[in-house]
C-alpha cells in the first residue's frame, strides 16, 4: 500500500512539472505585454556620414575628426565616344574629381566640414544638424537633419559650369566677381532604420547659384534624391543613391546634356577605416557640381569608378593619451 502511494506521488510530481513550466512561461508573456518597450535612439543608420554621392544621416561624433579622400576616374567605357574605354586605359587617365575634406564633430548631432574639390577648384564649407532621431519603440519613427552649405570657385577665367557653348562664355562673360562664384546648398535629410541591414532616406534639396551664364538655365533649383544601405555581411554593405533635378532646361537639355546622377557601389569597414567603391555617371563629387552638370549617361555605357575613403580620429581620446605619456 505504501509502495503504491509513493509511485502515485513520483507520477503525480512528473506530470505537475511541465504545468508549473507552462504556467511560468504564460506569466512572463503577461508580464513582457505589460512591461513597455524601453524608448532607446536607434543608432548605425549609415555606417558614415555619406552614402556615395548623398549625405547620410549620420554625423561625427563630438571631438571626433573626420578626415576624407574622394576619388572620380574618367568615363570606364562609352558607345558613343571613342576617347573613353581603351584609349583612356578605362578612364583612368583621367580625372573628373578629387576632393579631400576635414571634417569635425562640434557635438554628437552637429558637425562642420571644410573640403576643396579639384572640379571647378571648388572649396565648401558646410554644416549638418541631426535634431530629430528614430526609436526603438517606433514612436519617433524616422530621423531627421538639416545640412546647408556654401561653395566658392577661385576660377576667374574660365566658366564655373561646363557645357557651356563659348559664344555666351564670350557674350556674358567669365565671372569674375567674387560674388558671381558663390553657390548654395540646403537639404533636409529623412531617414529610417527598417531593420539592422537596410536603411533608406530621402533628401529633399534646394541650389542656388549666384550666377550662371546660359540665359536658358535657371539660378535655383529643386532636387530630390533617394539612397539606401543593405547590409550582406558584418563588415560589407551594397550602397546606391539617386537624384532627381527639377529643371525644364535639363529636361530638354539645351545647351549642355543632364542625365539623373545615379550611383551604385559597395562598402567595406576595416578597423577605423570605411572604404566605398563606386560606380556613377556623376562628374562632380559635392552637390553644388553634380546636381547641376552630368553630361554622362549611364544608357551609354559612360560610367566612372570612384572611391571614398574615411579615417576617423577621436582627439579627446588622443590628447588624453598625449597628456597621460607627457604626465607619465
Known amino acids: 500500500m505504501r509502495r503504491n502511494k509513493i509511485y502515485s506521488f513520483v507520477v503525480a510530481f512528473i506530470f505537475f512539472i511541465p504545468i508549473v513550466g507552462l504556467a511560468q512561461d504564460d506569466l512572463l508573456q503577461m508580464l513582457e505585454k505589460v512591461e513597455p518597450v524601453k524608448q532607446e535612439k536607434v543608432t548605425a543608420t549609415f555606417k558614415t556620414t555619406r552614402v ?30 571613342d576617347n573613353d574605354g581603351p584609349d583612356s586605359f578605362f578612364g583612368f587617365d583621367n580625372i573628373s574629381d578629387v576632393r579631400l575634406a576635414v571634417e569635425y564633430g562640434i557635438t554628437d548631432n552637429v558637425m562642420i566640414g571644410l573640403g576643396r574639390s579639384q572640379r571647378h577648384k571648388l572649396i565648401d564649407g558646410f554644416v549638418k544638424y541631426r535634431f530629430y532621431t528614430q526609436t526603438t519603440d517606433n514612436k519617433r519613427p524616422i530621423s531627421l537633419a538639416f545640412f546647408g552649405n556654401i561653395a566658392a570657385s577661385p576660377e576667374k577665367k574660365s566658366a564655373f559650369y561646363s557645357g557651356v557653348k ?106 577605423g577605416h570605411v572604404f566605398h567603391i563606386d560606380v556613377s555617371n556623376a562628374q562632380g563629387i559635392v552637390a553644388n557640381n553634380f546636381l547641376v552638370e552630368s553630361p554622362a549617361s549611364w544608357e551609354y555605357a559612360e560610367i566612372k569608378l570612384g572611391f571614398n575613403i574615411s579615417r576617423v580620429f577621436n582627439l579627446e581620446k588622443r590628447l588624453k593619451k598625449a597628456k597621460e605619456v607627457t604626465e607619465g
Open 52 to 81: 556615395i554621392q548623398a549625405h547620410s544621416i549620420e554625423t561625427v561624433k563630438r571631438k571626433t575628426l573626420d578626415v576624407r579622400i574622394s576619388h572620380r576616374f574618367g568615363n570606364i567605357y562609352s558607345t558613343r565616344n
Open 166 to 271: 563659348d559664344s555666351l562664355v564670350q557674350t556674358f562673360g567669365p565671372s569674375k566677381k567674387f560674388l558671381h562664384r558663390l553657390s548654395y546648398t540646403a537639404q533636409i535629410i529623412i531617414a529610417r532604420k527598417f531593420s539592422p541591414g537596410v536603411s533608406i532616406e530621402l533628401l529633399p534639396t534646394y541650389i542656388h547659384r549666384n550666377f550662371v551664364k546660359n540665359p536658358l538655365d535657371e539660378n535655383s533649383m529643386f532636387a530630390l534624391g533617394v539612397a539606401g544601405r543593405f547590409k550582406v555581411s558584418k563588415r560589407v554593405a551594397i550602397i546606391a543613391d539617386y537624384f532627381y533635378v527639377f529643371s525644364p532646361y535639363r529636361y530638354n537639355r539645351k545647351g549642355a546634356p543632364f542625365y539623373m546622377p545615379i550611383s551604385v557601389g559597395v562598402e567595406i569597414e576595416t578597423g
